[in-house]
């Protein structure tokens, strides 16, 4: 049971996250960060299909869904190349808001919103540049 409530949002520099949205940016910490060290020390670090997935899918959605989800959350946080697609950049943001808020664009940490406003018509946080 969450301490806050189920709609609770809080400002994250990447959008108005969620609880969901803020255990899967902790989840992505962990795990990316963990092969970061894990592989400076010159060890293999591979992260199961089924945690890698919603990771990878609550985050990320626009990452490719033909590709493993390990290999695909690494190259999502601009780790690794993934054949067929474009190196991920150095700008990358997460969507940490809820999914259906997605707008179908790839958030950029280059061009970040200044602020969040909410929307009453919409019922969601809407960003402003």
């Known amino acids: 049971m969450w301490a806050a409530p189920a709609d609770a949002r809080a400002y994250h520099n990447a959008g108005m996250a969620d609880a969901d949205g803020f255990l899967a940016m902790g989840c992505d910490e962990i795990l990316v960060h963990g092969w970061d060290a894990v592989r400076g020390f010159g060890g293999e670090f591979a992260v199961p299909e089924d945690l890698a997935r919603p990771v990878l899918r609550r985050l990320?959605?626009?990452?490719?869904?033909?590709?493993?989800?390990?290999?695909?959350l690494?190259?999502?946080?601009?780790?690794?190349?993934?054949?067929?697609?474009?190196r991920q950049g150095?700008?990358?943001?997460?969507?940490?808001?809820?999914?259906?808020?997605?707008?179908?664009?790839?958030?950029?940490?280059?061009?970040?919103?200044t602020s969040f406003e909410w929307d009453d018509d919409a019922r969601r946080w809407r960003p402003h540049w």
């Open 60 to 72: 990320f959605p626009w990452a490719p869904t033909d590709a493993p989800p390990w290999p695909a």
């Open 90 to 113: 150095p700008d990358w943001l997460w969507h940490c808001a809820p999914l259906e808020e997605w707008d179908g664009t790839v958030q950029q940490a280059a061009n970040p919103p």
């Open 74 to 86: 690494l190259w999502a946080n601009g780790r690794v190349d993934l054949p067929g697609q474009p």
